[in-house]
T-cell receptor, first 118, second 116 residues
């Protein structure tokens, strides 16, 4: 069975600090996808990134970057120069191979609450 | 492009009552998902539809929960009778569907259910 572990329950930083959110996953599949979602206080989950298991290149999008390492089964998320608007719960999720009939099943971690203070 | 719509946003009911949630996915998204998110936890998939057919309902408590997507667009999720432990946020999501790739899911604002 697949599993996602986000060991950091809550992180507090001061604005402009860099912060890294950890994600460790378990799967038996050789083909899988990893995701990060942001859940601000409004409650709606916002898609941030999708990465498949064959692409280990790190990705940068503005102040966001992701470090995927298959050797350690980790997919960590770094926010550079954090801002108050980054305050939210961040979820890492894993999807294994496509289900018969289409679509995919996401397994979420328990989330990391990030608080960015002035 | 309009996002995933859900209603109501909030609902308070007493235990043993019934409740229904509605979801309208993003236009063109064949796959629709219902998740349950208990406070402090990640979302847990309840049921997944591909058009109007069920793909996965292995985690749906079928003795009290039911869902349908009759015309392959809108969907309703019903709980009857509700229990205290059903208090949670119910999230609807939708995605494109492909044979050879996995697409990201887009989520609605959720319905916060409180059972007293």
């Amino acid at each position: 069975a697949q599993k996602v572990t986000q060991a950091q329950t809550e992180i507090s930083v001061v604005e402009k600090e860099d912060v890294t959110l950890d994600c460790v996953y378990e799967t038996r599949d050789t083909t899988y996808y990893l995701f990060w979602y942001k859940q601000p206080p409004s409650g709606e989950l916002v898609f941030l990134i999708r990465r498949n298991s064959f692409d280990e290149q790190n990705e940068i999008s503005g102040r966001y970057s992701w470090n995927f390492q298959k050797s350690t089964s980790s997919f960590n998320f770094t926010i550079t120069a954090s801002q108050v608007v980054d305050s939210a719960v961040y979820f890492c999720a894993l999807s294994e191979s496509i289900l018969t009939g289409g679509g995919n099943k996401l397994t979420f971690g328990t989330g990391t609450q990030l608080k960015v203070e002035l | 492009e309009a996002g995933v719509a859900q209603s109501p946003r909030y609902k308070i009911i007493e235990k043993r009552q019934s409740v229904a949630f509605w979801c309208n996915p993003i236009s063109g998204h064949a796959t629709l998902y219902w998740y349950q998110q208990i406070l402090g936890q990640g979302p847990k998939l309840l049921i997944q539809f591909q058009n109007n057919g069920v793909v996965d309902d292995s985690q749906l408590p079928k003795d009290r929960f039911s869902a349908e997507r009759l015309k392959g667009v809108d969907s309703t999720l019903k709980i009857q009778p509700a229990k205290l432990e059903d208090s949670a946020v119910y999230l609807c999501a939708s995605s494109l569907s492909g044979i050879s790739r996995v697409y990201e899911q887009y989520f609605g604002p959720g319905t916060r259910l409180t059972v007293t």
